[in-house]
């Protein structure tokens, strides 16, 4: 049963719409947005990337999100839908496909995520709500935001974007990292820095009234600017109040095919995955009736998080099994993720590897990574 | 509302009463079964694979959960516009009202609802039992044999034939005679509790019944079937060979739980050609620790094992703690198993939390006896620590 946590609150989420920006750039996943954008992702042996950032929202009390495109997203309609499987299939609000840019510019270069935003602008105006939150699907994290909205509200922010202050900076990924003062005020903000980072990093959660949006898309729109983050936010830092709001548990920012590797088996320490799935509501996902996994006689399985529907005979260490994983007897799988449907044949050895979905890796064969650049198999490949 | 050739009624008011504490709160089709389902689940996909968009449920006994549970049928993608699954309770009508008196009754009871689709032919089912069967193939085989009434039956061992109704039949399946619980069966041919029947038929013997007999047990095998037998009714016998179970009894419901397990369970449910749909509650996936040791265990999502698990199921929101043991059993939804717990051939309900180092079904008082018994603890129970529950005890 689903706890309408929202209740719980102060904030006023009925008021608040949301954008999730899927007009990025996803090349940086290499074979796995081949055919796929960066939110339809897999990620933690159950979900897509979008399903973290979509079920925030919807169990912060946020009824209306739209949805940005750009390409490489059949594989998304396909797991969203009407939006059933996050309560948005409504008759008032609920979930908006917001088409690509280019489709009402033919023969035009596309010029940035700022022009998705323009190609849409009749759905945001329409909309009656009197604030927005703007996110990104590459962000794993399990946030609250009527806290932050609360905050937006209370320091009466222009601006109010969710950051975390990083214990570990990866060099392996990028961050869009910024830099505060005592009060939170950003001061300072940069995508990708190659040097001269700061140890705080954008969720790229931003928060602000509507009308401020369709201010600032004008504004750029007009001087030729087309990137939400550099133009709209950042050109923004001097002549708005902008400020950060500190978020504090877990957070994954999926930046590169090792920072994906890595977050994925980070969800095996207890803590995290705590953090990610037992903290402020479900993560919520397209259900697929998958029967339970079977463990059969002889298996060894030990530190995995596995789906339903697998079937497992092998071994299996520190490795993520995403839906209807078959596993033969003999076969080893290590530091691994095995997306949906693959099947790993009898005494097959696997260790540092990426399975995208329906991967066949036949009897006897062995593949082989490295911990810090994981061998990724395309999907259905035969191996 | 467009005419329908079959429309199936489900009959899911039954209490279960062998079931014990399983059923304290709920119907027997809303018992839990098979890590992730419920009974109902079973008949209602059925339905869906086999193409039947209408369905009824007929609920009596402690419909609250059965209700919820149902919804609007999406789950089995039963909501539809035509048809789709309606919950019937017994209802007021302008004589007064009165709760099924029996199976047949509850069909009678809702003549007005299966006039609405006019059907050709009318499936009747029960809500709790297990298997997979294509409902399509056994109307295309009433319609081959211009049978009147078809009824589904299986072969089981002479020796259990008095458990069951038994179908004599000729050599073209067509039955010539039914016995309730013979002594002396003359076939092995049992009936499943599925029927075909014609709707036009059904629909005058039922009325007929109502009317002419005040103190009629309203029941298809005691009072609508013989009748229709003595007015010599065209009935057929449609033999089903996968695997059915009644799960009717606490043994039986163990049983066919251990049937999910094996190289190549009995009953397979991970076959993607014939889904059995849930409500599938939403959760993270299943997490074994680096102490973990699962073995021939069937495990569902949401559950967190750091102990060990032998030949047994865990429906989702199991916490099976570090040190502790389950083994031959059946773990149902959201129950927390602490460290150095012991659990053995039992069936542990709904929320049960058993304190550590408890032990469950381990030791046995009748040393001469060598038969199975099984514990069951049952929902929403708190097992103290180091507490000694015996072999065939039952809890709640």
Known sequence: MMTPIYKKGGANMNNVMAIINNALDESFLDKLTGHRSLASVPFGARYRLIDFPLSNMVNSGITNVGLLLQTKYRSLMDHIGFGKAWDLDRKRNGLFILPPAHIYQANRAYKGDLQNFASNIDYIKRSNQEYVIIGSPNVVANIDYRDAFKYHIENDNDITIIYRQLEVFRRDTTYTVINTDDNDRIIDMKVNPKKNFYKKISLQRYIMKKELLLDIIDECISKGEWDFVKNAIIGNLNNLKVYGYPFRSYAAVINSINGYYKSNLELLKPNVWQDLFLKNGPIYTKPKDEAPTGYKNGVNARNILAANGCSIKGEVKNSVLFRGVKVHPGAVIKNSIIMQKSEIGENAYLENVILDKGVQITADKSLKGDTNLPMIIAKNTIV | ?396
């Open chain 2, 1 to 396: 509302m467009p005419k329908e050739e079959m429309l199936a009624m489900l009959l899911a008011g039954g209490k279960g009463t062998r079931l014990g504490v399983l059923t304290k709160n709920i119907a027997k089709p809303a018992v839990p079964f098979g890590a992730e389902y419920r009974l109902i689940d079973f008949p209602l996909s059925n339905c869906t694979n086999s193409g039947i968009t209408t369905v009824g449920v007929l609920t009596q006994y402690k419909p609250l959960v059965l209700n919820s549970y149902i919804g609007s049928g999406s789950s089995w993608d039963l909501d539809r516009h035509n048809g789709g699954v309606t919950v019937l309770p017994p209802y007021v009508k302008e004589g007064g009202g009165s709760w099924y008196k029996g199976t047949a009754d509850a069909i009678y009871q809702n003549i007005e609802f299966i006039d609405i689709y006019d059907p050709e032919y009318v499936l009747i089912l029960s809500g709790d039992h297990i298997y997979k069967m294509d409902y399509a193939e056994m109307l295309n085989y009433h319609k081959t044999k211009n049978a009147d009434v078809s009824i589904g039956v299986l072969e089981v061992p002479w020796e259990e034939t008095h458990r069951f109704g038994i179908m004599n039949t000729n050599e073209d399946q067509k039955i010539i005679e039914f016995q309730e619980k013979p002594e002396n069966a003359k076939n092995n041919l049992a009936s499943m509790g599925i029927y075909i029947f014609n709707w036009e038929y059904l629909r005058k013997y039922l009325i007929e019944e109502a009317e002419e007999n005040d103190d009629s047990a309203g029941d298809f095998g005691h009072n609508i079937i013989p009748k229709m037998m003595a007015d010599n009714l065209n009935f057929y016998a449609y033999t089903f060979k996968g695997y059915w179970k009644d799960v009717g009894t606490i043994e039986s419901y163990w049983q066919a739980h251990m049937d999910l397990l094996g190289e190549k369970p009995i009953l397979d449910l991970q076959d993607r050609n014939w889904i059995i749909y849930s409500v599938n509650p939403n959760r993270p996936p299943q997490y074994l620790s680096e102490d973990a040791e699962v073995d021939n265990s069937m495990i569902n999502k949401g559950t967190q094992i750091m102990g060990t698990v032998k030949n047994s199921v865990l429906f989702f929101g199991v916490k099976v703690a570090q040190d502790a043991v389950v083994e031959d059993s059946v773990i149902l939804p959201n129950t927390r198993i602490r460290s150095g717990a012991k659990i053995k051939n039992s069936i542990v309900g709904r929320n049960v939390i058993v304190e550590k180092n408890s032990k469950i079904g381990l030791e046995t008082d009748d040393k001469k006896s060598n038969e199975l018994k099984i514990t069951v603890i049952g929902d929403d129970e708190v097992i103290p620590e180091a507490s000694n529950i015996k072999a065939g005890m039952v809890v709640g």
